[in-house]
């Protein structure tokens, strides 16, 4: 069951580890910049950790936040839906944490791109980096951005790091 809560402000990077810290079991996402991108277009859907996807090649994935194309989402049989959507993210975030190292999550991230997805960006905010992976490139690494720029494939939309450092 996924419960949505709304605080009164943007919570900083490490308001939302001392939330998580005080509320031991449940998860908590903050991926309001790419909901924000995507309620100003319409073109896609978010979602957020708690949604898995079965790949093409048969693993389960749940990704941070991600993003999927609207007319791909509604390709999907009603059914397909439900559940683990039987489809790969067009655009996918992973953060390191303290349970998921940055390490293991750049194993995880050219699975995402085999797949088919057209973006795959990991984030370490410890180390204010971030790895962006797309199809047929070479990883872009970046050492303190303030801000990474998917666009493509998500037109116009750039995330700001700083934001999730507060």
């Not at 402000?9 to 903050?30: A, C, D, I, M, V």
């Not at 994935?61 to 509604?74: G, I, K, Q, Y």
Request: with cysteine; proline share 10%.
């Amino acid at each position: 069951m996924a419960i949505t809560l709304k605080p009164p402000k943007p919570l900083t990077y490490g308001e939302l580890l001392e939330f998580s810290r005080r509320n031991p079991g449940y998860q908590f996402e903050r991926s309001a910049q790419l909901e924000a991108w995507n309620r100003s277009r319409s073109s896609g859907l978010v979602f957020d950790s708690s949604t898995g996807f079965r790949m093409p090649d048969g693993a389960v994935l749940s990704p941070d936040p991600s993003w999927v194309r609207r007319d791909r989402w509604e390709r999907l049989a009603p059914a397909d839906r439900e559940g683990f959507a039987p489809l790969c993210p067009d655009a996918v975030f992973e953060i390191a944490s303290g349970s998921t190292t940055r390490l293991e999550l750049q194993a995880r991230m050219r699975p995402y791109i085999t797949n088919g997805a057209q973006a795959a960006v990991l984030i370490d905010l410890q180390e204010r980096r971030t790895e962006v992976y797309r199809p047929g490139g070479k990883v872009e690494v970046d050492q303190h951005p303030d801000a990474v720029s998917l666009d493509p494939p998500l037109p116009g939309f750039t995330l700001s790091l700083a934001s999730l450092l507060e």
